[in-house]
């Protein structure tokens, strides 16, 4: 006769209810919070990642936190203006947007990409629902001069944000579901539709959400302390640190480390930047000790402190 099977079915799950039991903490502390989550272009290639992705989201939504997903494109961008004959020229890390290319950047972004997250999402329920910045004026922008070596240049539609309405994502949140952001705003002066850079979108949204956290998906490990030179990861600095690095920085790690930058000196608790490569990226940083990438934190917040 065989022995009684239920203990060594108990035995075999226990490293489950290990790993479980691991997130507690980080469940307890991250519960009602807001946290957005902006998901790059560069991230965004690779069919089971995007999955892995959008089974994170849902996961976060279960667990008690309010994700709110702001979404990029720059690569799905240039391949379409490729498709029509236009050319991609970048100045300051920005898209010189073409009145005609603002048309392709608000057909792919709002179209292609914020349907295809959507659909993702709402795989496992009737949860996401796409919106971009100019519904019910979520972001509002005015025309963005950047300087190049001190001088402003016209870069055409691209937009600086100048205001953020809330009132629609919130009721979203409040309703249990999970907005989609596409980084297109609504002019403040001229009529006019703009181009905001992702990374600064989701900023301006995490802090005039009160977020506890951002966290931008991209396709490197982190800040890299010397890069090109050696990929040593800059694992934690403070916004004053974060501050003397910037004007080292080059193409696309300057939006968003000023993204990050922004919303820790505007409320936020954290600002991450982490490598979306990895499956399941967020579900690591957010419910496992060993966080990974870049944290940027406000000055005040004392350098031993946890996540
Ligand atoms: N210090 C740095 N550390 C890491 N990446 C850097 C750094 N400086 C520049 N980069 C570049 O920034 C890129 C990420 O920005 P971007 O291409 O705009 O990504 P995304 O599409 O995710 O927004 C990296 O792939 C890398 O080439
Ligand atoms: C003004 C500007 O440059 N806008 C970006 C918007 C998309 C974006 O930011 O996409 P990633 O996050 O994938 O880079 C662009 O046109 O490419």
């Keep these: ?5 239920t203990p060594a079915r108990k035995h075999t799950a226990l490293p489950k209810a290990r790993i479980l039991i ?3 903490p980080w469940l307890t502390r991250h519960q009602g919070k807001t946290v957005v989550v902006k998901f790059g272009g560069n991230a965004m290639i690779d069919e ?3 999955a892995a992705f959008a089974q994170d989201v849902v996961f976060l939504h279960h667990a008690g936190l309010k994700p709110v997903v702001v979404h990029g494109g720059g690569p799905q961008i240039s ?16 898209r010189v947007t073409t009145p005609e290319a603002m048309d392709v950047v608000r057909m792919v972004l709002a179209g292609q990409v914020q349907r295809e997250l959507v659909g993702l999402l709402n795989q496992h329920g009737p949860l996401a629902v796409g919106l971009t910045g ?3 004026h979520t972001i509002t922008a005015t025309k963005h001069l950047p300087l190049i070596d001190g001088v402003p240049v016209d870069i055409g539609r691209v937009g600086e944000v100048t205001r953020i309405d809330t009132g629609a994502v919130k009721a979203l949140l409040e309703d249990g579901r999970i907005p989609v952001i596409s980084s297109i705003a609504r002019a403040e002066d001229d009529g006019h539709v703009y181009n905001v850079n992702a990374d600064t979108a989701a900023a301006a949204l995490a802090a005039a959400l009160g977020a506890e956290t951002l966290m931008v998906l991209t396709d490197v490990e982190g800040l890299y302390e010397d890069w090109p030179h050696s990929d040593e990861v800059i694992s934690r600095l403070t916004a004053t640190q974060l501050e003397k690095l910037l004007p080292d920085l080059s193409s ?3 939006p968003k480390m000023e993204g990050c930058l922004f919303a820790v000196r505007n409320g936020v608790n954290t600002a991450r930047v982490i490598d979306g490569r990895v499956p399941h990226s967020i579900l690591l940083e957010i419910f496992t000790d060993e966080g990974i990438g870049t944290m940027v934190v406000p000055d005040d917040r004392s350098v031993t402190e946890g996540k």
């Design 22 to 24: 691991e997130a507690l």
């Design 252 to 254: 696309g790690m300057v």
């Design 79 to 94: 391949a379409q203006l490729d498709k029509q004959g236009l050319v991609s020229e970048f100045k300051a890390g920005l």
């Design 134 to 136: 100019e519904d019910a």
């Design 48 to 50: 089971d990642l995007k």
């Design 1 to 5: 006769m065989s022995g009684p099977q």
